[in-house]
């Protein structure tokens, strides 16, 4: 039984797929095209924003998958300007919505947004729009929360539904519905009434998560099975893909971080994202004593001293703004040249996000990671009691260490959209310059590096990847190391990439303690240790060794 509804709804998804939703002979077509120029400004609509728009106000529902920057909003921003009832919003983030209805304010679209910190007189006022026939709100802006714990709002979208006036849900970041997302809310658990409740109505699902399992997850969620989804190319053919191994002394990464400022990016704007407050401080006063002018963004600043760093970076009198994650939302520069991870990325989604806020004009511009394993230890200290944490951080160690796919390929292959490597035409590293690594087999480094952990084991010591590898090349404590353990004859930096390799295939796991001050991570066996124990087993990695 449970089959042949998925065969349903897989033909049924299939069919709506097949439609010609580009066409513009639908009866709002003209409506559309007039309210896009007069209202928006906008003159020609970007790939998917016509299939989307069409398919909505056609009453479908819709899971519209699109990079950031794509232009996600206008899908339901035009409809809404063209219907004559209510558009919700559901948005996970009260600044966003702020800037979202302020730049709907400046055109002149009647919106209000619902959420925790909304006042008295502007709740009442939306309530009673939603149940007048008169009014001409288009869009109301509400928080996940502020719905699922506002029995009044409830009630009266009730009442505009059965008035006629409830025109569609649009849910911005819709992978929040999933827990297999980066970035689950529970809030959002609860539009899965929405469907049975308000039944005929269309649900527009928007996001830049494009994985098929977490699409799945969404539509069984919100009760859409089987809907049309709609998925843009992540692919950014301006963008230059490049990774660098970060030196792990100080001085030295501070003075390639200075030649990068000074000479290769000299005179252009870009972003050098940290993960750590203290580091993003820290490295703001670096680059300034070196004479770079840089300003710091984090959450821990006054918002007011914040608006001024973004504002002196929009005018060009910083050259580069030092930023935590939190530096992002909203960012709308179309002329940024460069951004740096000065630390990997918590998970693709993250790095695909930061680094695409480079070259948004479509000019040639440049994404460069900063690699060094000691730096994912301190990443996934915090993200691993997430569910799936480590395993995000560790496709970024998978792209970090490759030494010779095509980043875009890899890029593509964790959006699940294929790209042929002849589409990257140099725009990355390793096509620029083929690798030359060579598949070698790791196993026999494996079974040392067992070696070392039995005998920590049996000094009831744990190990840290630093103090695995002292002991791999015989230094620190004495009593870690072990005698017929070779000294590696290769860079430490090569022995550090085996560890990673070895972590990401699980022939290695991380362990985590909790001390008074903070979490450490230490390594020990893996599952597939047992595989890695067997002498005739192999494993391949494809990597240059020096
Ligand atoms: P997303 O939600 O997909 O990240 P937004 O909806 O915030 O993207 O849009 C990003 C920017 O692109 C906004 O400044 C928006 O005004 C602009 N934009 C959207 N569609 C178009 C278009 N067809 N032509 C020009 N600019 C557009
Ligand atoms: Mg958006
Ligand atoms: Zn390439």
């Given at each position: 039984k449970e089959k042949l509804r998925d065969d349903a709804l897989l033909k049924k998804s299939f069919s709506l797929s097949k439609k010609?939703?580009?066409?513009?002979?639908?009866?709002?077509s003209a409506r559309l095209r007039k309210s896009l120029k007069d209202?928006?400004?906008?003159e020609k609509l970007r790939e998917l924003q016509l299939p989307t728009m069409n398919a909505i106000m056609s009453k479908e529902d819709v899971i519209l998958i699109m990079?950031?920057?794509?232009?996600?909003s206008l899908c339901y921003q035009l409809p809404a300007v063209i219907s004559k009832g209510i558009t919700i919003v559901v948005s996970p983030l009260v600044s966003l919505m702020e800037d979202q209805l302020h730049g709907l304010h400046k055109l002149h679209v009647k919106t209000t947004m619902l959420c925790g910190k909304a006042d008295k007189e502007s709740v009442k006022m939306t309530m009673n729009a939603l149940v007048?026939?008169?009014?001409?709100?288009k869009l109301i802006y509400v928080t996940p929360e502020y719905m699922a714990k506002s029995n009044r709002f409830m009630n009266k979208l009730q009442k505009a539904y059965e008035l006629g006036r409830l025109e569609r849900f649009a849910i911005d970041e819709?992978?929040?519905?999933?827990?297999?997302?980066h970035d689950f809310r529970p809030?959002?658990?609860?539009?899965?009434v929405l469907k049975s409740m308000f039944p005929g109505i269309p649900i527009l699902g928007l996001t830049a998560t494009a994985p098929a399992k977490i699409i799945v997850d969404v539509q069984k969620m919100l009760d859409i099975s089987g809907c049309l989804v709609l998925r843009a190319s992540f692919?950014?053919?301006n963008l230059y893909y490049e990774v660098r191994r970060k030196p792990a002394d100080k001085e030295t990464c501070l003075a390639m971080m200075e030649n990068l400022l000074k000479?290769?990016?000299?005179?252009k704007s870009g972003i050098i994202y940290t993960t750590t407050i203290k580091d993003a401080e820290q490295l703001t006063t670096d680059l300034r004593d070196r004479g770079i002018k840089v300003g710091c963004y984090h959450a821990m600043l006054e918002a007011e001293y914040r608006s001024e760093v973004y504002s002196k970076w929009m005018s060009g009198k910083y050259q580069a703004v030092i930023a935590?994650?939190?530096?992002?939302?909203?960012i709308d520069k179309p002329d940024v040249r460069f951004v740096i991870h000065h630390c990997v990325s918590k998970s693709m989604e993250n790095f695909y996000q930061e680094s695409g806020r480079a070259g948004r004009d479509g000019k040639k511009s440049v994404s460069i990671v900063l690699y060094r394993l000691a730096d994912v230890f301190k990443l996934s200290t915090m993200v691993f009691?997430?569910?799936v944490g480590l395993q995000n951080l560790y496709k970024v160690l998978t792209y970090c260490l490759?030494?010779?796919?095509c980043r875009r390929s890899l890029i593509a292959t964790h959006f699940e959209e294929t790209w042929n490597a002849?589409?990257?035409?140099?725009?990355c590293d390793h096509c620029r310059k083929p690798g030359v690594g060579k598949e070698i087999d790791v196993a026999q480094y494996c079974r040392q590096l067992y070696q070392i952990m039995t005998k920590a084991v049996q000094n009831e010591t744990r190990l840290t990847a630093l103090k695995l590898v002292d002991a791999w090349y015989?230094?620190?404590?004495?009593?870690?190391?072990?005698?017929?353990v070779p000294v590696p004859r290769f860079a430490r930096e090569t022995a550090e990439a085996i560890i990673g390799h070895l972590l990401v295939n699980g022939y290695l796991q991380e362990d985590f303690h909790f001390s008074a001050y903070s979490t450490i991570s230490y390594l020990k066996r893996g599952p597939k240790s047992g595989l890695a124990?067997?002498?005739?087993?192999k494993i391949l990695f494809n990597y240059e060794l020096h």
């Open positions: 010609n939703w580009d066409n513009e002979d639908f009866d709002w209202v928006f400004k906008i990079p950031t920057g794509g232009g996600k007048d026939k008169n009014s001409d709100l819709v992978h929040c519905c999933s827990q297999w997302g809030d959002y658990k609860f539009l899965g692919n950014r053919p000479n290769r990016f000299g005179g935590t994650i939190a530096f992002g939302l909203g009691q997430d569910k490759d030494q010779t796919s002849s589409d990257c035409v140099e725009m015989s230094k620190g404590a004495s009593s870690l190391r072990v005698s017929n124990l067997n002498n005739d087993h």
